[in-house]
């Protein structure tokens, strides 16, 4: 998950084709995706929670906010990505549900569970 963070930081878009899970490619829009890294500014990563993911795990969820500006605000993009292993052991993308806001701006949308 950090690794796709700094691949849009560095605006290294292959690897976030890369680190897609299959079902996921059919979904992904190289325009927008290169719109959004190459408009923003990131910042600061915080990671809320996890949910799986370990070594022994097949799947797992991350919780995180990623701060970033963009033409001249300082925004934070708050999601839910889902992730799986495949059958070489790597990590791959699958999914995320995800809200941008204002920094430091309260909202009451929140990902984690009750």
Do not use: C
């Amino acid at each position: 998950m950090r690794s796709r963070y700094v691949a849009y930081a560095r605006k290294k878009l292959s690897y976030l084709r890369k680190t897609l899970a299959r079902e996921s490619l059919a979904d992904y829009d190289h325009a927008a995706v290169k719109a959004w890294a190459e408009k923003a500014e990131f910042k600061n990563l915080s990671i809320l929670s996890t949910d799986g993911g370990g070594p022994s795990d097949k799947s797992g969820t991350v919780e995180f906010v990623a701060t970033f500006i963009q033409n001249g605000e300082t925004l934070e993009h708050h999601e839910a990505s889902k992730f799986k292993k495949n059958e070489k052991g790597e990590w791959k993308f699958v999914s995320g549900e995800s809200h941008t806001h204002k920094e430091g701006e309260p909202h009451t949308h929140h990902h984690r569970k009750p």
